[in-house]
T-cell receptor, first 113, second 116 residues
């Protein structure tokens, strides 16, 4: 049973436009959520996180939104750049369960020049 | 500050052999977690170590084990290798074990293991 799902395996966006990546979860005990960017054969690079006590967190071009009632989070990238092309993973953890991250299956973002 | 380092980066083994992978966390980080990435199963949690003690374990057979040293460096071991163990093994570190607080984990580049 997948507790974290990214239903779009791929997304193509024009340079300069907004990229919106979505993630759904089923475990209501998750209280910390993260987005990572990953290139093939490399480790994930941390992008941005959000605690369940917030509904929005911004860092530069990246904004994460959390809708707890819908068990849904999204990552907005504005403006999108060709260098953003990578696979994006959302991950979640239960604070009291330590550092065990549960990952979604990933979304491949392609930003076209 | 140096990032998470993993050695070796690439490894080829044959079925039945055993393998040890090494991870050095970011300086000052005391929690080390291990993950396996495969095309079929995605990124899956193996285990977490904090203060030389295993704190959490994922759903993997006992052939997968690990340990952490007093300097927070960690090793993971896979015995009796199977073809399905071919994967990218990732190590991640964070300042401390989560205790009601979310922890950002920072990943190393991974060790690519191929079992023939």
């Amino acid at each position: 049973d997948q507790q974290v799902k990214q239903n779009s395996p791929s997304l193509s966006v024009q340079e300069g436009r907004i990229s919106i990546l979505n993630c759904d979860y089923t475990n209501s005990m998750f209280d910390y959520f993260l987005w990572y960017k990953k290139y093939p054969a490399e480790g994930p690079t941390f992008l941005i996180s959000i605690s369940s006590i917030k509904d929005k967190n911004e860092d530069g071009r990246f904004t994460v939104f959390l809708n707890k009632s819908a068990k849904h989070l999204s990552l907005h990238i504005v403006p999108s750049q060709p260098g953003d092309s990578a696979v994006y993973f959302c991950a979640a953890s239960e604070g009291y369960a330590g550092n065990m991250l549960t990952f979604g299956g990933g979304t491949r973002l392609m930003v076209k020049p | 500050k140096a990032g998470v380092t993993q050695t070796p980066r690439y490894l080829i083994k044959t079925r039945g052999q055993q393998v040890t992978l090494s991870c050095s966390p970011i300086s000052g980080h005391r929690s080390v977690s291990w993950y396996q990435q495969t095309p079929g199963q995605g990124l899956q949690f193996l285990f977490e170590y904090f203060s030389e003690t295993q704190r959490n374990k994922g759903n993997f057979p006992g052939r997968f084990s690990g340990r952490q040293f007093s300097n927070s460096r960690s090793e993971m071991n896979v015995s009796t290798l199977e073809l399905g163990d071919s994967a990218l093994y990732l190590c991640a570190s964070s300042p401390r074990q989560g205790a009601g607080l979310g922890q950002t984990q920072y990943f190393g580049p991974g060790t690519r293991l191929l079992v023939l």
